[in-house]
Every structure is written in structure tokens, then in C-alpha cells.
């Protein structure tokens, strides 16, 4: 079975741009959820959405959005790009939007985002 | 979530068992002990999880203390590809949508 897909894997944009991010989860999970991790720290977590709804959300400014289709698969969009934005960008999904133990995360390998 | 402490960085040998602690002193009785790794630029990966018994899988086993305050996280023989980033994790049990919340874990430096 195919894990966790996310594109772009690199990308590179300018202060003040915008991007999106994409994530398509393990078949059969019905929720998705987001992290961006900065070098040197652990993943923080941004968004979950749990059947196209937002379930949960971090510490984020309102330039941090995102969406879940109704094929689950999800988007993360970033407005007004700041430097302090370049980080790896995870997402992660999960059969439920359940914090039950059997509910395990299951990361991709992330979209390496780089603002100049 | 209960913050959890781990130690920044640990040497093992190739071939020894890894042993990996974690405090987490506060921790409630609905909350669950988790240990994700991650290896350089990439996603973590999930190891194993418990809530007060010791759990075993194909990767790793998890020892909790009887009180729940620690737990420590085994590698039975440890490889060159075990180097990684391991973190530890409570969560909480029943429903919620808050996130996993990672600190910075431990650089686990397998030497040969």
C-alpha cells in the first residue's frame, strides 16, 4: 500500500508569495492532519481535519489555512510568505480523528519549503 | 498533553541494546506514551505506543514505570540505520483533535 504521498517535495518562493501544499492519505484514513517543523526543533502541529472539517488547530497565524477534499486527500495553503516560514511541512493521516490509542499518525516525508 | 524530558543526544554500539528514557512526571491517568523517530529529513515514523503495560513489536519495546512518571524505550540490537531523532510523546486518550506535540527529542548516534 502506498504511504503518505505529499508534493511538492522542494520548492523554493519569495517573501510575500503564496503556496499550497498537497497531501494524499494511506487509503482508508479518513483524517489528515498538518505540522511544520523549523530546523532544529521538533514537528508543531498546525491543522486536523477529520471529514473535510477542521477538527483541531495550533498556534498558527490566519495566513495558515487548509481544506480536505472529499477523496481526503488535503491542502495547506500559506499566504504573505515571511522568511520565517521555510521549514519542512509534514503531513500526517489516521483512520480517525480519534486522539484513541489505536489511532496512529502516519507521516509523509514533507514538502521542504524555502522562502527568500 | 503532559511536556515530556528526554535526554538531547545518546551513544550506543552496534549490535547493543539502545535503551532510550523519558520523564514525564505529569502525566494523566488517560494519557498515552508514544515514541515516533526520525531519521534526516525525513517523516517520523512511527515505533510503538502504550498506556501502562510494557508492549513489545517487531522494532522496539516500551517499559513504563509502575507509576507511569517514565518510560524508557528498547532497541534490542541496534543497527547503523537506528541513528535518528527519537522522540517521545504523551497524548491523551478519547476523542480531541490536538495534535502531537513534539519536543526535541534524543539524537541517538549509533557508532560502529
Known amino acids: 500500500d502506498a504511504g503518505v504521498t505529499q508534493s511538492p517535495t522542494h520548492l523554493i518562493k519569495t517573501r510575500g508569495q503564496q503556496v499550497t501544499l498537497r497531501c494524499s492519505p494511506i487509503?482508508?484514513?479518513?483524517?489528515v492532519s498538518w505540522y511544520q517543523q523549523v530546523l532544529g526543533q521538533g514537528p508543531q502541529f498546525i491543522f486536523q481535519?477529520?471529514?473535510?472539517?477542521?477538527?483541531g488547530r495550533g498556534n498558527f497565524p490566519d495566513r495558515f489555512s487548509a481544506r480536505q477534499f472529499p477523496n481526503y486527500s488535503s491542502e495547506l495553503n500559506v499566504n504573505a510568505l515571511l522568511l520565517g516560514d521555510s521549514a519542512l511541512y509534514l503531513c500526517?493521516?489516521?483512520?480517525?480523528?480519534?486522539?484513541?490509542?489505536?489511532?496512529?499518525?502516519?507521516f509523509g516525508a514533507g514538502s521542504r519549503l524555502t522562502v527568500l | 498533553d503532559a511536556k515530556t524530558t528526554q535526554p538531547p543526544s545518546m551513544d550506543c554500539a552496534e549490535g547493543r541494546a539502545a535503551n532510550l528514557p523519558c520523564n514525564h512526571s505529569?502525566?494523566?491517568?488517560?494519557?498515552?506514551v508514544y515514541w515516533y523517530r526520525q531519521i534526516h529529513s525525513q517523516g517520523p515514523q512511527y515505533i510503538i505506543h502504550?498506556?501502562?503495560n510494557n508492549e513489545t513489536n517487531e522494532m522496539a519495546s516500551l517499559i513504563i514505570t509502575e507509576d507511569r512518571k517514565s518510560s524508557t524505550l528498547i532497541l534490542p540490537h541496534a543497527t547503523l540505520r537506528d541513528t535518528a531523532v527519537y522522540y517521545c510523546?504523551?497524548?491523551?486518550?478519547?476523542?480531541?483533535?490536538?495534535?502531537?506535540?513534539f519536543g526535541k527529542g534524543t539524537h541517538l548516534i549509533i557508532q560502529p
Open positions: 502504550g498506556l501502562k
Open positions: 481535519y477529520y471529514e473535510k472539517e477542521e477538527r
Open positions: 505529569t502525566i494523566s491517568g488517560n494519557e498515552y
Open positions: 500526517a493521516s489516521s483512520r480517525t480523528g480519534s486522539n484513541s490509542g489505536a489511532n496512529v499518525l502516519t
Open positions: 510523546i504523551v497524548r491523551v486518550g478519547g476523542g480531541g483533535a490536538d495534535g502531537l506535540t
Open positions: 487509503s482508508g484514513h479518513k483524517s
